[in-house]
């Protein structure tokens, strides 16, 4: 039945008639000693006895010959002297064409600045990563379910067909390398098959994407791209057409998946399809940490200011970039009508290398990155989260605000009465501490003396902002309720935040060292915050400058002794929880605050929410900076969040809070309450308030 099935295949069949179903008869039959394909021997078989003649007798040996003849004729083409010299030819020109281009990549990335920072450990990490995000494709297929898929079966199919490519080009040359009859041939070409249909599927719906439905992040629509899809294309159906019936040794064919590969190999570094080989080392060489910000080292480091500046990984995740627009897609900042587009970013520093080089003195800031753009960033992360290849923004873009304000080339009123404040009075309010004073003898909260557990930070918007103080206010009434000894700094300076994210290290330094010994002639051992930028800066940040008590978000002390706070009664108000980028992305905290909301409340989530959140605006040091241009980020999210029918904002950080209390207002006349976790908790321990 199955020797029928196949001969029908044959006689009728001329379509690529489930290569599949012919190869798994044909292992079967081997397996079984069945003859599949009756056929007179070729003549150049008969020419090239492959046994020898006294072996060829029995009627089974017979047999295994017909079937050998049929399997070796898959494999052989017999190329004739001038066509291995053309192929030869064609071979250098290819190569040539490559390392042309790759050549000058190559050099420019080794040119560039080492990175001080870098150390390949933890090489652990390194390799889970590699393997997750380039050989499993989890973070393509994560973030776009149905493109990322098509994307890693082109991938997976790549690899797979690494041993075709080496076996064909072998031919070129008169070697035939891998045969097809052998056990591991015959199970390695019949999967190399599978994933050439996979691959030839997936590369024409990607290509339709890209050319027809066009999402707009993918930007103008890209017919190098269209070219590519069409080779990668040609490249399977030349290679699938090889198992039709009378096709295994044809020349045209053979031709014409040689051709394919040799047009296709130096085109690779010519486009963004450079990314085929640069990737899977960016991967594995980035950063250890979500935007980790490199040391300024020496007198005469002021950030990315010149071509000079550039570091090596900065240079391999520029010529990394595949133009995918993911970071565009969830960028707060392009989403709201600014000029930043972090694709253009890793682009930008692209075009500036190419032209200008690692060695330049050439300013960053100008024909290819704008100092606007850089200044309209939230630092939300969400773009170096999304971005498949390793390109990691936030050094880049942090480093191009250093280079600005550490040689006074950015002007700006807002940045300048910022710096001022954080230098003159400690916090970026611009409040005198007394206010402070006054504030924590008003709501009688004890001075850390060395015997409380906590000490609970206050934080700049804790200690001057009406509606930080009410959060504080709040979780201060939690933690007595749980009797939990806690106590405030008598002093406390802003931790440095916006000066970090805003490029001034000196304002950065001095405030970090400053809270460092402040907390260290404290005694202090456990610290408590209510806000994520707080967490973030004071235990990470601040390790360049000495090591901090360990610190918590308020999220997560509150997710840790929920039993002991009061359950909702009733179903309790649906309440939309606000991821804040600081916790989420930054600190990858997303169910504490959510296990909060839902002790209390009906939690609902909005369309964008964990890892893929929608920013409030405040980030980055922009709450203190001036008008935004466009739409406010913060109403754009605020919209979202009311569109969900919630009667409560949930929110986990003071900045988002003082964001989202403006917007939500002016959206509609009965917007959502918002409140904070800690005000959710609290307000079920003291029902009147
Ligand atoms: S960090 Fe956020 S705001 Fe900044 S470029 Fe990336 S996505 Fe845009
Ligand atoms: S930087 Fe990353 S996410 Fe953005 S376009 Fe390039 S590859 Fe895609």
């Given at each position: 039945m199955i020797a029928g099935k196949a001969a029908n295949s044959r006689r009728g069949d001329e379509c690529l008639e489930p290569v599949v179903l012919l190869l798994a008869c044909v292992m079967f039959a081997e397996h079984h000693d069945i003859v599949l394909i009756e056929r007179p021997p070729a003549p150049d078989a008969l020419a090239r006895p492959v046994l020898a003649p006294d072996k060829l007798t029995s009627p089974s040996k017979m047999r295994g010959i017909e079937r050998f003849s049929l399997l070796h004729s898959l494999l052989m083409v017999e190329l004739s002297w001038p066509e291995h010299a053309l192929f030869l030819i064609l071979l250098a020109a290819s190569v040539y064409g490559f390392w042309f281009r790759f050549g000058k990549v190559w050099r420019t990335v080794l040119a560039s600045k080492k990175d001080p920072e870098f150390h390949i450990q933890p090489v652990g990490r390194r390799v889970t990563d590699f393997v997750s995000e380039?050989?499993?494709?989890s973070k393509v297929i994560k973030q776009r379910p149905l493109p990322g898929i098509a994307h890693a079966f082109v991938f997976w199919g790549f690899c797979a067909f690494a041993l075709v490519t080496i076996n064909h080009f072998g031919q070129g040359v008169g070697l035939h390398l891998f045969s097809r009859d052998g056990f591991f041939g015959r199970i390695y070409f019949s999967l190399a098959a599978i994933f050439g249909i996979a691959v030839a599927v997936s590369i024409a719906g990607l290509a339709f994407r890209r050319l027809v439905i066009r999402p707009k992040w993918l930007g103008k629509v890209s017919y190098e791209s269209g070219f590519i899809a069409l080779l990668i294309f040609l490249l399977m159906v030349t290679y699938l057409g090889t198992f039709l019936p009378g096709m295994e040794e044809n020349k045209p064919l053979w031709w014409a998946h040689t051709l394919t590969l040799l047009i296709f190999m130096p085109l690779i570094p010519h486009t963004k399809h450079l990314h085929l080989v640069l990737s899977p080392v960016t991967v594995f060489l980035k950063r250890d940490k979500f935007s980790k910000i490199p040391p300024l080292v020496g007198d005469e480091d002021f950030g990315l200011d010149t071509g000079k500046d550039v570091t090596q990984l900065i240079s391999l995740q520029a010529y990394s970039c595949v133009e995918c627009g993911r970071c565009t897609q969830h960028c707060p900042a392009n989403n709201t009508g600014k000029v930043l587009n972090p694709k253009e970013i890793a682009l930008g520093m692209r075009g500036y290398l190419n032209e200008f080089g690692p060695a330049s003195e050439e300013p960053l800031l100008g024909k290819y990155l704008l100092q606007e753009a850089a200044f309209q960033c939230t630092t939300c992360g969400a773009c170096e989260f999304q971005?498949?290849?390793?390109?990691?923004?936030l050094p880049m873009i942090i480093g191009l605000r250093r280079g600005a304000v550490n040689t006074g080339k950015w002007e700006d009123d807002y940045g300048t009465k910022l710096f001022l404040n954080l230098e003159?009075?400690?916090?970026?309010?611009?409040?005198?501490?007394t206010e402070r004073d006054k504030f924590i003898q008003k709501q009688e909260f004890p001075i850390f003396d060395g015997t409380q557990e906590y000490c609970l930070w206050l934080g700049c918007m804790g200690a001057y902002d009406p509606q930080g103080r009410e959060i504080i206010s709040s979780f201060a009434q939690v933690m007595r309720h749980l009797n939990v000894s806690f106590g405030v700094l008598r002093k406390e300076k802003c931790t440095g935040d916006p000066a970090r994210r805003l490029g001034n290290d000196l304002a950065f330094g001095q405030l970090a060292e400053n809270n460092l010994e402040t907390l260290k002639q404290s005694k202090v051992k456990k610290i408590v915050s209510i806000c994520p930028h707080c967490v973030r800066t004071m235990g990470t940040d601040w390790a360049e400058y000495g090591e901090a008590p360990p610190i918590e978000h308020h999220s997560e002390f509150l997710a840790r002794h929920l039993d002991m706070l009061p359950s909702k009664t009733g179903d309790g108000q649906k309440i939309v929880y606000h991821d804040p980028c600081y916790l989420g992305?930054?600190?990858?905290?997303?169910d504490a605050p959510r296990s909060v909301v839902g002790q209390f409340g009906e939690l609902v989530d909005p369309p964008r929410a964990r890892e893929r959140s929608f920013c409030c605006g405040a980030g980055g040091g922009l709450a203190f900076l001036g008008e935004e241009k466009g739409q406010r980020v913060s109403v754009t999210r605020a919209q979202e969040l009311a569109d969900t029918g919630a009667t409560i904002v949930g929110a986990a950080c003071p900045f988002c809070n003082t964001m989202f209390r403006d917007a939500l207002s002016g959206i509609s006349k009965t917007p959502p309450k918002l409140m904070d976790i800690a005000q959710i908790a609290a307000s079920q321990i003291n029902p009147s308030s």
């Open positions: 380039v050989l499993l494709q971005c498949p290849v390793g390109v990691q923004h003159r009075n400690g916090n970026a309010l611009g409040f005198s501490s992305r930054y600190r990858g905290v997303y």
